[in-house]
């Protein structure tokens, strides 16, 4: 055999020419009629199964009104047949689902290439609607600005003005809360101490502590290291330097930074995401299977022919022994009515 399939196409030509002269030789003049009934017989090995099911399903549908199951004693039997003849049409009936649902699937792409590809185009839905959000909100913000900048700069001026002249009014009040000469005194120490070591590490504490040990009154004490607080407070307004356009835009709108770069990185993430999409939406394209799909079926098809002819085979037997067994006991039984019979 394995000869035989390397010879090549002349062979197979000689095996066909000998295999027609053999059966114009046996045929002779019923050639005709002979490829007939082979045609014929390999037809009906096809549309068999169906008459064959047709046929279960009206005497199914008869119940217990078959005439050839009336009048049978083997009940078991009986409705071992019915159950039988069920089960063959729901094997029939899932397994044409099952076909069905496996030549679909052999045809469409593998699963994971479709959900990485649905993933990936929800991701891109995503990222535009977030840049276009995003961006119409920096578009907002940028209209908002370029209308205010000059009267938030004036506002921003305005409460650093305000912020140190409260410090100083509080540095006032609690220089008028010291009355005692002992404090005065301690409030002129404190006044030198701060213009001359005000801006070293840990001059604050050394201050307070100071305050702590002088033997003055607890009023005076607490105003004294409020007066130390404030000064600090003052110097540091004092220090600072004019605020930046950029500092005072992120005091009035704190999340502008934050959406121009998501602004940025999504319009950079957006060609990348659409050329993944177009990549995996090809191979998509690329990998549907109509071959696969006819295949699966066709099989799926020879299968049931197959399964058909064994399992109805197998009832029809059954049911012949049964009908049979019921048929010999009338003769039976209407033998021994009648002895003349006999």
């Avoid at 003052?234 to 992120?250: E, G, H, P, V």
């Amino acid at each position: 055999m394995f000869e035989f399939a390397q010879e090549g196409l002349w062979i197979r030509a000689v095996f066909v020419v000998g295999a027609f002269a053999c059966f114009l030789l046996l045929a002779q003049r019923n050639a005709a009629s002979l490829v007939f009934e082979i045609m014929r017989s390999i037809w009906s090995l096809v549309v068999s199964p169906f008459h064959y099911l047709r046929k279960t399903i009206a005497e199914l549908c008869l119940g217990d009104a078959n005439p050839r199951l009336q009048n049978v004693d083997h009940y078991l039997l009986r409705r071992l047949l019915t159950g039988l003849q069920v089960g063959l049409l729901l094997s029939i009936f899932l397994g044409g689902g099952l076909a069905l649902a496996s030549a679909i699937l052999a045809f469409l792409p593998p699963f994971s290439l479709r959900h990485e590809l649905t993933a990936s185009q929800d991701q891109l839905a995503k990222t535009e609607e977030s840049l276009r959000q995003n961006t119409a909100t920096v578009d907002k913000q940028d209209s908002d600005w370029n209308n205010r900048r000059d009267e938030l700069i004036r506002q921003a001026q305005q409460e650093d003005k305000q912020n140190k002249a409260n410090a100083q009014a509080a540095l006032h009040a609690d220089e008028t809360a010291v009355t005692s000469q002992d404090g005065m005194q301690v409030l002129i120490t404190l006044r030198n101490f701060f213009a001359t070591r005000g801006t070293e590490y840990g001059a604050l504490d050394q201050a307070k502590s100071y305050i702590n040990r002088m033997p003055i009154s607890e009023s005076e004490t607490k105003a004294l290291i409020s007066y130390c607080d404030h000064w600090q407070e003052f110097a540091s307004l004092s220090s600072r330097a004019a605020k930046t356009l950029d500092q005072i835009r992120a005091e009035v709108q704190p999340d502008h930074a934050t959406l121009v770069q998501s602004v940025s990185d999504e319009k950079s993430q957006v060609p990348d995401l659409k050329g993944t999409v177009k990549q995996l939406q090809d191979q998509v394209n690329d990998s549907y299977e109509p071959g696969r799909f006819v295949l699966t079926l066709l099989i799926s098809f020879l299968i049931f022919i197959l399964y058909v002819w064994a399992a109805g085979t197998g009832i029809e037997m059954f049911s012949m022994a049964l009908y049979l067994s019921n048929d010999v006991k009338q003769i039976r039984t209407q033998g021994e009515r009648n002895p003349a019979y006999n």
